[in-house]
């Protein structure tokens, strides 16, 4: 009976240590996603990395913790056809600030905004199409950070 008892004990001990190792594993796992999304600071003011392009597009992210509020607006250099402007609001997770916007034509999209090699690069997509007039500004934007803090 102690044989059994002792046997018993044993089994109940590991099943309980792989439990708490498993729980452990997870929280672990949990706090280092949090880590890393708050650990992304995309606070500042951001402009197109391409000078020659004719246009104008510049983008303020408001980042607190992994939340984020940002604005952008666009224009052409010689101010001709649409001009929009546009706000959001979203999150950094694992590295990259995604956020929905509605821009001053009422179209509405997300957006995703990634760090790589000192560049960003900005992914702009359209879901509800109120106003097709400034679309020449969306899809994929090359932006460079000019300013650690919004303007």
């Known amino acids: ?23 452990w594993a ?47 607006s666009a224009a052409m250099a010689d101010g001709s056809d649409a001009a929009p402007d546009g706000t959001g609001k979203g999150r950094v997770e694992d590295g990259i600030l995604s956020f929905a916007f509605t821009d001053s034509f009422k179209n509405e999209g997300t957006c995703t905004l990634e760090s790589r090699n000192g560049c960003y690069r900005l992914v702009m997509t359209v879901t509800k199409v109120t106003d097709p007039r400034p679309f020449h500004f969306y899809g994929t934007v090359l932006l460079k950070r000019t300013s650690n803090k919004p303007q």
């Open 1 to 23: 009976m102690t044989l059994l008892l002792s046997g018993t004990i044993r089994g109940r001990a590991l099943v309980c240590g792989l439990g708490i190792a498993v729980v």
């Open 26 to 72: 997870a929280l672990c796992g949990t706090f280092s996603a949090r880590a890393s999304s708050t650990e992304t600071d995309y606070n500042g003011h951001y402009e197109l990395a391409d000078v020659k392009a004719g246009r104008t597009f510049s983008l303020e992210v408001m980042q607190t913790g992994s939340k984020a509020d940002v604005a952008f």
